[in-house]
């Protein structure tokens, strides 16, 4: 299947981090996957929710968001307190993704509000979202530990995430929106730098696919989530 923007069908798009974005959180990044660009932040708060008080264990939570004209027509803008369903799905996926490398005993009483603003979308928003919040949420730490918060970085490991999909009869790693919208089989997949799935989402979008198709999908997300983690690590200046 020929793509509109030339790569193969195992490649991901050009991926750009930019650490630092903006001036006041402990961790930010722009990130673009393609022309899909989200803003991730990570604060930390001297507090914790009320499950977690009394435990000495820290806490991660996201929130997720697209901006009215983040798309080619403009969408109302949402009320925090009433999230679209869309919305609320992902800001749990990106909060539970994150949750999965973190040592929280090491984090102590304390938490981590992530922030995903999508200011433009096209296609894989929510996996731009997690690939670029673990960067937001790793520099977050790494300034806790230089203040002398806390000892060690509490990063178990490193994650990303990537979509891959069914078009056209082919499997396609990164799907743009255009892509997606004509997908026969979408699927989101989070991974760690171990090679362990955190979660998998998939749809058959007009046909149930066979489990040939579901591991081919499956090993093309690794090597698409691999390439991502090597980038995050260039980004972070982590060799190796």
């Not at 806490?59 to 369903?85: D, I, K, N």
């Not at 490193?158 to 078009?167: K, N």
């Not at 760690?192 to 093309?220: H, Y």
């Amino acid at each position: 299947m020929a793509r509109k923007d030339g790569r193969k069908s195992g490649e991901i798009r050009k991926v750009r981090i930019l650490r630092d974005y903006l001036k006041y959180p402990e961790g930010s990044v722009l990130i673009e996957v393609g022309d899909t660009r989200v803003v991730c932040a990570a604060s930390v708060a001297e507090d914790v929710p009320h499950h977690r008080k009394g435990t000495g264990l820290g806490w991660v939570t996201a929130e997720y968001a697209m901006l009215p004209r983040s798309t080619a027509a403009r969408m109302p803008r949402e009320h925090f307190h009433r999230p679209r369903g869309r919305t609320y799905e992902i800001q749990r996926i990106i909060g539970r993704s994150l949750r999965a490398v973190v040592d929280f005993k090491k984090l102590g009483e304390r938490s981590v509000y992530i922030d995903a603003d999508v200011i433009q979308a096209d296609g894989g928003t929510r996996t731009a979202a997690i690939t670029g919040c673990f960067v937001a949420l790793y520099d977050a730490l790494t300034k806790l530990k230089k203040e002398g918060k806390i000892k060690t970085l509490p990063i178990k490991d490193f994650l990303a995430a990537v979509s891959v999909g069914i078009v056209q009869g082919e499997a396609i790693l990164d799907l743009t929106y255009d892509e997606d919208s004509r997908a026969e089989v979408d699927m989101n997949i989070v991974m760690t730098d171990k090679g362990e799935f955190v979660e998998i989402q998939g749809t058959a979008e007009s046909k149930p696919f066979s489990d040939k198709t579901l591991l081919k999908l499956l090993e093309l997300a690794k090597k698409g989530t691999m390439g991502l983690i090597e980038i995050q690590k260039k980004v972070l200046l982590i060799m190796g």
